[in-house]
């Protein structure tokens, strides 16, 4: 483990076996890069981040690991988008992916195996999410994989709602040479969404098949809930490598565990594999929302690992 400065900024990286990780904990306790040097001393990226000249777009950089708390994408109140409404009946403005990847963090642990930082209310996610809490990221690190888990406590009186999330930029491809059509995905969904982009609500997703090249278009923004296993798995045909995204460690997860695929363009150097804790905006439609009773901790945890 070891302090570099970057661009102005000092970052933290983190050489673990064969993997090299670099993040910046008190940014949106940001993942930035993952890379792995493989034996004949080439290196692969597994998580992409891109080259920069500023810091100054940290936040809206497409790279890393943003974290997406207290809820998922876009939410939506009566049709207004950006907007949710809780139990008090307050309508409350909340930004895409949450407050989180915007907001400082406090490093509560920093050691070689990784990190934990907690979140720092300020005015502006106060407005968005006025409760009384903790909210806590905590990276472990390993030579051919990571965990992230979040914990949030609720030292309020009242029920605190949340659907919190992912958004893994993976390096695509990975090899030289080779397109997302030599890459396949295995997604072991029953039951697949789109999000309606003019009320938030949900709509039957594609049909796909267990397994689905990543050149295919009706992965993109696609919602994949209903799990039969709690594990993504995709790579390049025929080659070994292939990456294992996990939500929790139960074979089956909840109901309402949500995978999303996503990538901007077909030319960008990179695909998204996202675990959530269920589908955007549930805290209008209610699907993949969950609670933490007061004076309790519930958390969420994912891993990624190179097979």
């Known amino acids: ?32 890069n993952w890379n792995l040097t493989l034996g004949d001393g080439s290196v692969r990226d597994i998580v992409y981040w891109p080259e920069l000249t500023s810091l100054d777009d940290f936040v809206k950089t497409r790279g890393g690991n943003p974290i997406l708390f207290p809820f998922n994408a876009r939410t939506f109140d009566g049709g207004d988008i950006y907007f949710w409404r809780a139990a008090d009946g307050i309508r409350r403005p909340m930004p895409m992916h949450g407050i989180a990847r915007q907001s400082d963090f406090a490093v509560t642990r920093l050691d070689p195996t990784g990190f934990s930082a907690r979140l720092t209310p300020n005015a502006e996610t106060r407005a968005c999410y006025p409760y009384e809490y903790d909210f806590d990221v905590t990276y472990r690190f390993a030579p051919l994989g990571l965990s992230c888990e979040f914990a949030l406590t609720n030292h309020g009186q009242d029920p605190l709602p949340w659907s919190a999330g992912h958004h893994f930029y993976f390096t695509m491809p990975w090899t030289e040479g080779t397109t997302r059509a030599d890459y396949l995905i295995r997604i072991p969904a029953t039951r697949r969404y789109k999000q309606d982009p003019k009320n938030g609500q949900l709509l ?4 796909l098949n ?19 296993s709690n594990e993504v798995v995709f790579g390049e045909r025929g080659r070994p490598g292939d990456i294992a995204v996990r939500i929790g460690t139960a074979k089956v997860p909840p109901p309402d565990a949500t995978f999303v695929s996503w990538t901007l363009e077909d030319t960008s150097p990179y695909y998204c594999v996202e675990p959530w804790m269920g589908p955007p905006n549930a805290a209008e439609h209610k699907v993949g929302l969950h609670f933490v009773k007061p004076g309790e901790t519930a958390k969420f945890t994912v891993s990624v690992a190179v097979q």
């Open 1 to 32: 483990m070891e302090k570099i400065s970057h661009l102005g900024h000092t970052l933290t990286r983190w050489r673990v076996g064969q993997s090299t990780f670099l993040a910046y904990p008190e940014r949106g306790a940001r993942l930035m």
């Open 204 to 207: 039957p997703g594609p049909a």
């Open 210 to 228: 267990p397994e689905e090249p990543l050149s295919n278009p009706a992965l993109v923004d696609t919602l994949h809930t209903a799990l039969k």
